[in-house]
């Protein structure tokens, strides 16, 4: 069975130095091509920021529209000779890979281990950008809501130095047959998590896919923590996509009801109080 591929978009300002920046992914699954890149966040192509005052401003902008155009053809040349390859087929991304530019280029990110359905695919490509991407160019926030209701709740661990108690706590596991990194805004650990914790944020539409996720790669494919010690941290219980999704792989504590959060993540493990 195929299970998905992706490729990483990065640009090269300095080729002397050879330092790239991601800028976008692409992904495949049985035929069906997603692509996100840096810039396109509204549904309309343009160069970000970063291009303002760059002499790739336009390059940008071509290269991306080129990708797209590639990926949406039902066959790819390879080489000369050889027969063009179906995009119903996997190698359609090593096809694909041959189309880049001097400071463009797209480089093989892999397989993804956990596989997705058809309908998943654009989750899935915004989940890669979010990691990949986003949050290697993403400007500082004002402070949100949910993360002022979790910081009010969590107030009295920190204040009594609770040394089990872990912001943006980092694992590492094998996935895919390499050693990958997944952070989680909270947990309560010490040799090994006792209670795992992520914020999902109701106005960012894949953050509920990409928490269950997680929580799936640490509880139902290794069983490193059961699911009623992953909590899915949440402000209120509306506008969320994926949450049923979400409540397949971790229990949902709804943090702008101070006492039921309360009593949840206490049940959960989580010693909250004096």
């Known amino acids: 069975m195929n299970r998905p591929r992706f490729l990483v978009a990065k640009y090269i300002p300095d080729l002397k130095k050879i330092e790239p920046r991601n800028v976008g992914v692409i992904v495949w699954f049985d035929g069906t091509v997603r692509g996100r890149f840096l810039g396109d966040e509204d549904g309309h192509l343009k160069a970000p920021k970063l291009f303002a ?13 080129s990708w797209r155009l ?15 390859v179906k995009r119903s087929t996997p190698a359609f991304l090593d096809a694909l890979m041959l189309f880049g530019g001097t400071h463009f ?6 397989v993804v281990a956990d596989g997705c359905n058809a309908e998943e695919v654009d989750a899935l490509s915004e989940y890669l950008y979010d990691e990949l991407v986003a949050h290697n160019w993403s400007e500082p926030k004002a402070k949100s809501p949910l993360k002022s209701l979790c910081d009010q709740t969590f ?35 010490e040799n090994y998590p006792v209670v795992l914790m992520q914020q999902v944020a ?14 799936r790669c640490v509880s139902s494919d290794r069983g490193l923590i059961t699911k009623d010690r992953c909590a899915a941290l949440v402000s209120g219980e509306e506008g969320y996509e994926h949450r049923g999704l979400l409540r397949e792989y971790s229990t949902i504590v ?4 101070p006492q039921e959060a309360d009593q949840r993540l206490r049940a959960m493990g989580v010693p909250l109080g004096a």
Do not use: C, W
Request: charged share 30%; hydrophobic share 30%; net charge positive.
């Open 53 to 65: 005052n760059s002499p790739f401003h336009d390059a940008y902008k071509t290269q991306l529209e």
């Open 70 to 84: 590639q990926f949406d053809k039902p066959t790819l040349p390879v080489k000369k000779g050889r027969a063009p």
């Open 105 to 110: 280029m797209l480089a093989d990110g892999g």
């Open 155 to 189: 107030k009295t661990l920190k204040d009594r130095k609770d040394s089990k108690f872990k912001e943006h706590y980092k694992l590492t596991l094998p996935i895919g047959g390499e050693q990958e990194e997944l952070i989680f805004s909270y947990a309560y650990a």
């Open 202 to 215: 109701s106005n960012q539409p894949d953050n509920a896919f990409n928490a269950a996720m997680k929580f």
């Open 254 to 257: 709804n943090m702008s009801n």
